[in-house]
């Protein structure tokens, strides 16, 4: 069963209410007020069934002026609207202004009513209807049906309802159920016994009773207790539906209207907004760069000011790239549709399609900006989330970052992503606790910039085995974090664009010099050491020839490296022969007798109490020895 939302539109007194109770046989007029005064202040909601079986939700809104605000948020997600024209008035200002209201929401199937017929002859109806298709030339309701009827007789319902149905079924698609699920809230309230219940329309996804979703922008968690469907209780609730869910741990003093129910970290709040924004031809304003507007989304009304980016003003019939900055936070969803009215006096001028809701503070004419804009307004989910990859060159951005940035879930998320990593845009780093993602673009900076180090560090450093990896990122990827860097380098060592060994990074080709001055100082290290014997020499004594310490300090680093020479203590060093001969030997005594001596290693190998007790120490090291009791004494490991 298609579940079906159907709004209507329309200025004050043409009928909208009645023609609902005609249709449902229910009166949506909810508050004392309204049903006082004869009009329609708030939202209205009931259903009735179509004769294929599909259920119909029914949203009564406002067509009185000042409620235009309750007519943009019942908007939020109808299939299709009923757009109530009086026979014995026509089209009236806030006909036009509904219009005009549907079209910048991008409301697409429509069915003009003409109500109360049964006041007026055939020739007036025929004029009328005239009036309105020449109204309607050009707008996005110029094919709609248009349904003689009266909703006070019941004349024509029959066929309006066999219109709908035939439009429900042949010409409404089925929202996607599939994505992260988002609920506009239009109203909050509580009752004795429940608590917090809340209503809107579902927009995308589903909810289940049970499942845990947060309030956005309020930031607060709550579980779902129950969730009812047109008055029935249901264990859960699809995109396209009416619903009224009652809701833990959050009070209906802390939810508004423009609150949205949503997973948690699904969504972000945000103050700035880039859209697309279009000046209603039928406009008489202009708007100007900082002009203080009222701005409609969802079921949102925010203040906001606007910052015209790639034109100086905004004319009639005029579109253009626009920043709006938000004096409150609101989370919403790129794609997002909205409508813009003047701050005073109150008067709709436009509206548009939100582009990015979590830009940056962005400068005016700058052709970057304005291109980036272009690729969202005319692009994919994909493209978005390129560009939001090459936003994060320097940090990489995850899976579910992503996900919240745009709104998608994060399955959506993996395909657009799939989709740019075999378009070679991405690369995908899979991790334990999440995905990183990198754009090409970064990948081949990032390579630029570590190899032209590792370069010059090569040309500084000729007897290094290479630059440390922790140095290269401190100085070149700080902002990345250490384990995900770790992959990365795993990733260029793949790429074969540098080599790893262990600590150190260096460039394929490279090789530690042994030139001339290399082998001069290599073998005054040696020729010390064999002289010392196994009285040890310190480093800091050795006469190093002229040499500067760091060039010193990096051919003694390969030495070790290639076990030619071994670090006793932290200043004391040998050749790695003698250390293995000394091994060998106090194995052998203690293979004889378990315990061994400082006094008896002095004696052992010819050598000072100074000297005797390094080489205990590093035999400890190798755990050929260790202390039991006395310092001067060790046994078998």
């Not at 040309?459 to 700080?478: L, S, V, W």
Request: net charge negative; hydrophobic share 40%; charged share 30%.
């Amino acid at each position: 069963m298609k579940n079906i939302i159907i709004g209507t539109a329309g200025h004050i007194d043409h009928g909208k209410t009645t023609l609902i109770k005609a249709l449902t046989g229910r009166n949506t007029d909810r508050w004392e007020e309204e049903q006082r005064r004869g009009i329609t202040i708030d939202l209205g909601f009931t259903y009735f069934d179509l004769p294929s079986g599909d259920r119909a939700g029914i949203i009564d809104v406002p067509g009185h002026e000042k409620f235009i605000n309750n007519m943009v948020a019942g908007v939020v997600g109808m299939d299709l609207v009923l757009l109530v024209i009086a026979a014995d008035e026509g089209i009236m200002p806030q006909t036009r202004e509904h219009m005009d209201i549907l079209g910048l929401l991008g409301i697409e199937k429509s069915i003009i009513v003409l109500n109360k017929c049964d006041l007026v002859d055939e020739e007036w109806i025929e004029l009328v209807e005239e009036e309105i298709r020449e109204e309607l030339s050009g707008t996005f309701l110029e094919q709609a049906p248009v349904v003689k009827v009266s909703a006070a007789t019941g004349q024509g319902l029959d066929q309006l309802i066999e219109v709908i149905g035939h439009m429900s079924s042949d010409e409404v698609v089925e929202k996607d159920i599939h994505t992260i699920p988002r609920l506009p809230i239009d109203r909050a309230f509580s009752l004795s016994g429940f608590g917090t219940i809340i209503t809107g329309t579902l927009v995308s996804g589903t909810i289940r009773k049970e499942d845990t979703l947060e309030m956005y922008p309020i930031g607060k968690e709550c579980k779902i207790r129950s969730i009812q469907v047109h008055g029935a209780d249901q264990k859960e609730c699809y995109a396209g539906q009416r619903v009224a869910i009652n809701l833990s741990n959050v009070k209906k003093k802390e939810i508004q209207r423009g609150c949205v129910l949503a997973p948690p970290n699904s969504m972000k709040n945000t103050d700035l907004l880039d859209v697309k924004m279009n000046i209603l031809e039928s406009s008489m304003r202009v708007l100007t760069n900082h002009t203080r507007l009222h701005f409609f989304t969802g079921t949102s009304e925010i203040l906001c000011r606007a910052v015209l980016l790639d034109k100086e003003e905004l004319g009639p019939g005029e579109s253009g790239y626009v920043q709006l900055r938000l004096e409150e936070e609101i989370a919403v969803r790129r794609g997002d549709k909205f409508v813009v009215r003047f701050y005073s006096p109150m008067e709709t001028i436009g509206g548009g399609v939100i582009l990015e809701p979590n830009p940056g503070v962005k400068k005016r004419f700058q052709e970057s900006v304005i291109e980036e804009l272009r690729r969202k307004e005319s692009g994919s989910s994909a493209d978005v989330i390129e560009l939001h990859a090459k936003k994060h060159g320097d940090t990489l951005i995850t899976l579910a970052e992503l996900a919240k940035l745009t709104a998608l879930s994060v399955d959506e998320v993996k395909e657009d992503v799939k989709e740019l990593e075999e378009q070679e845009l991405l690369a995908v780093f899979e991790m334990r606790k999440d995905t990183y993602v990198w754009h090409m673009d970064s990948i081949r900076e990032a390579q630029q910039t570590l190899v032209r180090a590792l370069e010059d560090y090569e040309k500084k450093y000729p007897y290094r085995y290479g630059m440390k990896k922790a140095e290269i990122q401190t100085m070149y990827f700080q902002k990345i974090k250490p384990n995900v860097f770790d992959r990365i380098v795993e990733f260029f060592v793949e790429r074969g664009c540098i080599r790893r060994a262990e600590e150190f990074l260096c460039t394929p080709e490279f090789e530690v010099k042994k030139d001339g001055t290399y082998q001069k100082v290599a073998e005054n290290f040696l020729n010390v050491f064999e002289k010392a014997g196994y009285d040890f020499v310190r480093y800091s004594e050795i006469d190093l020839k002229g040499v500067s310490r760091d060039m010193a300090d990096d051919i003694l680093n390969i030495l070790l490296t290639e076990g030619k020479v071994v670090r006793v203590t932290e200043e004391m060093y040998t050749l790695a022969e003698y250390m293995e001969q000394a091994k060998e030997k106090i194995k052998a005594h203690l293979a004889d007798d378990p315990l061994i001596t400082i006094a008896q290693v002095r004696d052992m190998f010819g050598t000072s109490r100074k000297s005797a007790k390094p080489i205990l120490e590093y035999m400890d090291a190798l755990k050929i020895t260790k202390k039991m009791g006395a310092e001067s004494e060790r046994v078998a490991y």
